[in-house]
């Protein structure tokens, strides 16, 4: 069955931090990726979403993803990270042919001023 | 527009009681899923609706039921609660098609003793 998976449960970082997080997935076909967040107490948002075409993909809040095929990964950037991006941020994945979602464990993201 | 709204927003319920959580959304999207969420394991898809009057089971359907009332509502049903169900429950929708974004409502913390 497909999965996805992101390795780093939680992350601790300092404002004005790099960050990048994990995502890898299983399935070898088409798939479209996406990247949610989840701020304490809220419900999910799209961060960004990848279909096809450049790789390099941008969202919102300055964060960014690239999709490596043949690392069958999407990993989620952002050059310096604030305070108010402490969050939740689930990788997911869906492939051609279905409509289902499929969420990896997510990251738990603790930035400290 | 509201988007996705849910109710109730918090439940506790005792073993055996049963309950209906609902879901609408004003989107018109043909879509509808009910995930739920707990710690470490991300969101893992309870049943989903392709369109009015259809319904597939996801990942962990047992013990629950849906209902596609129409196109705006999907409810999730537990017909006799256990404490395995204790978790967050979040409705969805999108879209049909491939790699639409999924839009979730704010959640549904259900507690059961």
């Known amino acids: 069955a497909q999965s996805v998976s992101q390795h780093n449960h939680h992350v601790i970082l300092s404002e004005a931090a790099s960050l990048e997080l994990g995502c890898n997935y299983s399935y070898g076909g088409t798939v479209n990726l996406f990247w949610y967040v989840q701020y304490p107490g809220q419900h999910l948002q799209l961060l960004l979403k990848y279909f096809s075409g450049d790789p390099l993909v941008k969202g919102i809040k300055g964060f960014e993803a690239e999709f490596i095929k043949s690392k069958f990964s999407f990993n989620l950037r952002k050059p310096s990270v604030q305070w108010s991006d402490t969050a939740e941020y689930f990788c997911a994945v869906i492939t051609r042919g279905t409509d289902k979602l499929i969420f990896g464990t997510g990251t738990r993201l603790q930035v400290f001023p | 527009n509201a988007g996705v709204t849910q109710t109730p927003k918090f439940q506790v319920l005792k073993t055996g009681q049963s309950m209906t959580l609902q879901c609408a959304q004003d989107m018109n999207h043909n879509s509808m899923y009910w995930y739920r969420q707990d710690p470490g394991m991300g969101l893992r898809l309870i049943y989903y609706?392709?369109?009015?009057?259809?319904?597939d089971k996801g990942e962990v359907p047992n013990g629950y039921n849906v209902s596609r009332l129409n196109k705006r509502e999907f409810s999730l049903r537990l017909e006799s609660a256990a404490p395995s169900q204790t978790s967050v429950y979040f409705c969805?929708?999108?879209?049909?098609?491939?790699?639409?974004?999924?839009?979730f409502g704010p959640g549904t913390r259900l507690t059961v003793t």
């Open positions: 609706s392709a369109s009015e009057g259809t319904t």
């Open positions: 969805a929708s999108s879209e049909t098609g491939q790699g639409y974004e999924q839009y």
